[in-house]
């Protein structure tokens, strides 16, 4: 088991106490809502801001049922064999 299964299974059961009636519809606007705080903020360092963004991702894996690293290499996978270039905002997009 990878410390990110243990962390995840800590992060469901906390949320599965905290709002055991949640989705992942109403997951998706909490981390909406953390995004938009984080962006807004002068804190975009500040770990405990971070935290709370994955802290949700990590649940909205978990409600989904998709293995989070598995995901994540098998998309890590792809992301490396494409052709990246930086858009106006300085994000980086796949051509």
């Known amino acids: 088991?990878?410390?990110i299964e243990e962390l995840q299974r800590d992060i469901a059961s906390w949320?599965?106490?905290?709002?055991p009636d949640r989705d992942?519809?109403?997951t998706i606007a909490k981390l909406l809502e953390e995004i938009g705080e984080l962006?807004?903020?002068e804190r975009m360092?500040?770990?405990?801001?971070l935290a709370d963004v994955a802290i949700l991702v990590l649940d909205l894996f978990?409600?989904?049922k998709v293995d989070v690293a598995q995901a994540v290499i098998g998309?890590?996978?792809?992301?490396r064999s494409r052709r990246w270039k930086k858009q106006d905002n300085g994000a980086m997009s796949h051509v």
């Open 39 to 41: 962006i807004a903020s």
């Open 1 to 3: 088991m990878s410390d």
């Open 15 to 19: 949320a599965n106490n905290v709002n």
């Open 62 to 64: 978990y409600l989904q």
């Open 75 to 79: 998309k890590m996978t792809i992301n």
């Open 45 to 49: 360092s500040d770990p405990m801001e």
């Open 24 to 26: 992942s519809m109403s």
